[in-house]
């Protein structure tokens, strides 16, 4: 299969909607040419640095028929937006008891790695998934983030793309021909039976090289991609702890109310896997701090393939 | 312009509804009926009824947290209406909304909203998508003073002022926003004026004069339709009651301003208008009209209250669609 990047199947995915439901438009404070090519000005808009009214409009404009996407480009951008996000976006369609459909796309980059210091470097995920309303959809790969972004933008819900920055050039398979990937369907990046490693993001893939390590060490590790955070894959997370009965999270975030310590409470207080856990769940994330800036801070704050095979290390007694 | 006057009757009508709806819903609130809040719309009927009355079904507008008055205007079903402030399942949102979320999409109603300027970027976006249509839609944004001085005021303007949508930005300078009078909040006492700043017309009126408000109003809609682009329209009214119906709200405003105000009510103006001046309203006929509407009104609070309350397991529906 050809390959192609993280951003390029990002793009194609938008490529392929816009084409396929003429009620879908663009908006971004940046247009992304490939798209003004193939679409115009009039469905794609480079617009103002106006994250808030961006937001809202794409509300409106979903309230009224279309199928708006919306690029913040970095999630930073989204905080100016948040009344939009928090107060409208999430509850309108509850708020009105259902009457009508919101179906928004909203994408972001997230992430660190790329020295852009403490504003344009966060994982900011928990703060939406603590919302009502909102799906979240978190691709790892190329292929994932061409599957799930179909299928975002066909929803009829206000869904939130977090794209790793870290992983934007990365290249990997991607089919040329239309597929879609359903939202709340982990993925097992590997099968293992000694413990289960969910990993969100960037660092799935620091989870498969830390399984590698540790293959070679005798531990079997099983690494998990939740792929999307609302809906969030709960089955196939306890399963596979109910098979290993131990559990790392491996988040980029801060630990603090993240997605991990969601993760790690669906498993704890679920009682068939709970009864399966032969070891303290482990979190292996992003120091709590803003995120610094100098390589040396930045890749010490940061979770990485070392920390987390350690982490593994411990829960099996041979650290 | 000529308004015959068959159709400023139907405007006088429209705007006792949403005075004597507003009556009812604040006596039932402070009964405990209505629960929440209730912000009364009394004093700014002409606003509501002068533009909605210049739109077609298919326009659309937004509202703010006083958003009884926009849906009344814009033909939204009392029952239903009454329903939804009563908290029952029959109500425009089952009950999930209340007084500051009440939206009724099929007549091009976006919603209350509880959130001062929230609806502003909404609407635009309805009017980005009524220009992305072509049909000849247009789409109004209401809101109040204490608005216009928040970003998304300057941020919708601007990018409807640029791409040329078809919007109507109304703005109802009722001079208060909570208890922060406008000439300490606003930079230059009228809104109207900064229109000049997105190269679009900025139009003054007396809120309270439905004529002025319906003209102006027709004037942006044509123009908006013609796709020239969006219009400013500051109205300058006044809320004859508290900010909200809470009755230990404090009012701050001046005796003397609020007496001044109640002079200037846009409902005794029409009626004098229609008796006086033109001879198309007896006596009889506007307490008769008057009669017909406090029965309208009584049977939705009937409605509401003969309606159930949703069931618990509702809580969790609708989150998603």
Redesign the interface.
């Known amino acids: 299969m050809r390959q192609i990047s993280y951003a390029e199947a990002g793009m194609e995915a938008l490529l392929e909607e816009m084409e396929r439901d003429p009620k879908t438009?663009h908006l971004s404070t940046d247009a992304p040419v490939p798209l003004v090519e193939k679409f115009g000005h009039?469905?794609v808009?480079g617009?103002?640095i106006?994250e808030?009214?961006?937001?809202?409009?794409?509300?409106?404009?979903?309230?009224?028929?279309?199928r708006?996407i919306i690029d913040w480009r970095m999630i930073t951008f989204s905080f100016v937006a948040m009344?939009?996000i928090v107060?409208?976006a999430s509850k309108?369609?509850?708020?009105?008891?259902?009457?009508?459909?919101?179906?928004i796309l909203y994408r972001a980059t997230v992430g660190g790695g790329v020295r852009m210091a403490a504003q344009h470097s966060q994982s900011p995920y928990s703060m939406f998934m603590n919302l009502?309303?909102l799906?979240m959809i978190l691709p790892s790969t190329p292929y994932d983030t061409k599957g799930l972004l179909k299928t975002a933008i066909r929803d009829?819900?206000p869904v939130i793309s977090f794209e790793s920055t870290r992983l934007l050039t990365m290249q990997g398979p991607v089919p040329e021909e239309d597929y879609t990937i359903p939202l709340g369907v982990a993925d097992i990046k590997k099968e293992g039976k000694d413990v289960t490693i969910v990993a969100l993001a960037w660092l799935v893939h620091e989870a498969l090289e830390a399984a590698a390590i540790l293959e070679a060490e005798g531990i079997s590790a099983e690494v998990i991609d939740p792929r999307t955070l609302v809906p969030l894959d709960k089955e196939t997370i306890r399963s596979s702890v109910q098979k290993t009965g131990r559990l790392i999270v491996a988040d980029e975030a801060g630990p603090t109310c993240g997605a991990s310590a969601e993760i790690a409470a669906l498993v704890t207080e679920d009682e068939a896997t709970f009864k399966c856990l032969k070891k303290a769940v482990k979190r292996v994330c992003a120091l709590q701090v803003p995120i610094p800036y100098s390589p040396p801070l930045e890749d010490a704050v940061f979770p990485n393939r070392e920390k987390i095979a350690n982490a593994v290390r411990q829960v099996m007694n041979k650290a | 312009m000529e308004i015959s006057p068959e159709k400023q009757r139907e405007m006088l009508r429209t705007m006792q509804r949403i005075r004597r709806f507003e009556e009812r819903a604040s006596d039932d609130y402070v009964a405990g009926d209505i629960y929440g809040t209730v912000h009364c719309y009394i004093g700014e009927e002409a606003v509501a009824v002068g533009v909605c009355s210049a739109l077609d079904n298919d326009d659309?507008i937004?509202s703010t947290h006083r958003g009884h008055g926009h849906c009344i205007a814009k033909g939204a079903d009392i029952n239903l209406m009454m329903a939804e402030l009563y908290g029952r399942e029959t109500?425009?949102?089952?009950?999930?909304?209340g007084s500051m979320?009440i939206?009724?999409?099929?007549i091009g109603m976006?919603?209350a909203?509880?959130?001062v300027a929230?609806g502003?970027?909404?609407?635009?976006?309805?009017?980005?998508?009524?220009q992305?249509?072509g049909k000849g839609r247009v789409?109004v944004s209401f809101f109040g003073d204490g608005a216009s001085g928040a970003?998304?005021f300057h941020?919708?303007l601007?990018?409807a002022a640029?791409?040329k949508l078809p919007m109507i930005y109304v703005c109802e300078n009722n001079l208060w926003a909570v208890n922060t009078a406008a000439e300490n909040a606003l930079s230059i006492p009228d809104v109207g004026s900064r229109a000049s700043s997105y190269g679009i017309p900025g139009i003054i009126v007396d809120g309270n004069d439905i004529f002025a408000v319906h003209e102006a109003a027709h004037n942006a809609v044509e123009r908006a339709r013609r796709g020239d682009g969006p219009t400013l329209i500051e109205c300058k009214t006044y809320r004859h009651r508290r900010h909200t119906e809470r009755p230990t709200q404090p009012d701050v405003r001046p005796q003397k301003e609020i007496d001044e105000w109640l002079k200037k009510d846009p409902i005794d103006r029409l009626v004098q208008h229609l008796q006086q001046q033109q001879g198309q309203l007896s006596t009889e006929e506007w307490k008769q009209m008057d009669d017909e509407i406090l029965r309208e009104v009584e049977e939705s609070v009937n409605f509401a209250k003969n309606s159930p309350f949703p069931g618990a397991e509702k809580a969790t529906?609708?989150?998603?669609?």
């Open positions: 438009f009039s469905r808009r617009t103002p106006a808030g009214a961006l937001t809202g409009m794409g509300i409106g404009a979903a309230g009224s028929g279309f708006p009344d939009q107060n409208q309108i369609h509850y708020m009105f008891g259902g009457q009508t459909k919101f179906p009502a309303g799906k009829d819900n | 659309q937004i109500g425009y949102c089952k009950g999930k909304g979320h939206a009724d999409f099929s976006l919603g909203n509880g959130i929230g502003i970027s909404i609407i635009t976006g309805a009017g980005l998508a009524a992305l249509d789409a970003g998304p941020e919708s601007n990018i640029a791409w529906e609708d989150v998603f669609a």
